[in-house]
């Protein structure tokens, strides 16, 4: 997440998050990650990130267009053309250009479809109730009809799909995903925790927001909800490891739940879950990073390991 303009952002969102939560609710002691690595081979570029991610990750979908987008969100869709076939979801931004969605075939591992939206960071993209909600400009949630962006990905080329309505502010929509009829949405620290609230989805995409905010790691870049837990990825720099959270549902002070924290590659972003797998987003194969001597891991695909691995951790 190597991006000014994106910083300032997100810390001004990150402020306004803060000011609607209590001050004893953010904490600022740090979480011990597990940092041992293997220091052999790897089935990604650069040194190895951790013992743990090197033994519960491996290969998956190549992701298009990094010589022109930068990958951000991972979303799930399933049964998306009415025939019982599912799409891994993938956002990308280019600065000063149209954002794009890209469906991809977690049988295959092929493209399926291109899809164009207004430019944003597009931080996250889930689906649900009908719905494909995308983070938007600033701190916004933007919403698309499924059966509009169904057509959209079918359609060749790359069509621009309008989303419906006005984005919905939030307090930070810095990263998102959806849970059954609840989306969670969430900031980006660089410096502190970061906060995330529930959101509840009505059949026309309203959201409801509910009370109480949960505080989340430090550069927190995507998350994955479970029956039982939360999967954080976090990350910032080029250079450094990034870290994965798995932390046990039930806390909303993070010092008080139980977690597990390990390092993975650098520049780990979005991050979902589909039948039992977690397919996990890297910004680093971008054509922003990939040619930079100082970029730790270059990672042009997606990741994944099962779920079940990853929770397992924390029981």
Request: hydrophobic fraction near 35%; include cysteine.
């Amino acid at each position: 997440m190597a991006r000014p303009l994106a910083i300032l952002t997100t810390l001004f969102t990150t402020t306004a998050a803060l000011t609607a939560v209590s001050a004893p609710t953010i904490a600022t002691a740090a979480i011990t990650c597990d940092t041992a690595t293997t220091g052999g081979a790897t089935f990604y570029d650069g040194p190895s990130a951790s013992k743990k991610y090197d033994a519960r990750f491996s290969n998956s979908a190549t992701i298009p267009n990094l010589s022109t987008h930068t990958p951000q969100g991972a979303g799930t869709w399933y049964n998306w053309d009415g025939s019982g076939k599912n799409l891994l979801l993938v956002s990308s931004y280019r600065t000063g250009a149209n954002s794009q969605i890209y469906g991809i075939d977690p049988a295959t591992g092929s493209t399926v479809g291109v899809v164009a939206v207004a430019e944003s960071h597009v931080g996250g993209i889930t689906t649900s109730k009908g719905w494909a909600f995308v983070a938007g400009a600033g701190s916004s949630i933007r919403k698309y009809r499924l059966t509009e962006l169904r057509d959209a990905m079918k359609a060749a080329g790359t069509p621009y799909l309008a989303q419906v309505g006005t984005a919905r502010d939030v307090a930070g929509s810095s990263f998102l995903t959806s849970y059954g009829d609840s989306i969670f949405s969430g900031s980006f620290n660089e410096t502190g925790r970061g906060a995330m609230y529930e959101y509840k989805i009505a059949d026309d995409g309203t959201l409801t927001t509910l009370p109480g905010a949960w505080e989340v790691p430090t550069k927190a870049q995507g998350l994955m909800v479970t029956a039982n837990h939360f999967v954080y990825s976090t990350s910032y720099g080029r250079s450094n490891r990034s870290n994965l959270y798995v932390v046990r549902r039930g806390q909303k002070d993070l010092d008080a739940a139980q977690l597990s924290c390990f390092r993975a590659p650098s520049m780990t972003e979005g991050v979902t879950e589909y039948n039992g797998t977690a397919y996990l987003v890297y910004e680093s194969g971008s054509h922003l990073y990939a040619p930079d001597s100082a970029t730790l891991n270059v990672i042009p695909r997606l990741h994944k390991a099962s779920v079940s691995s990853l929770t397992s951790l924390v029981p």
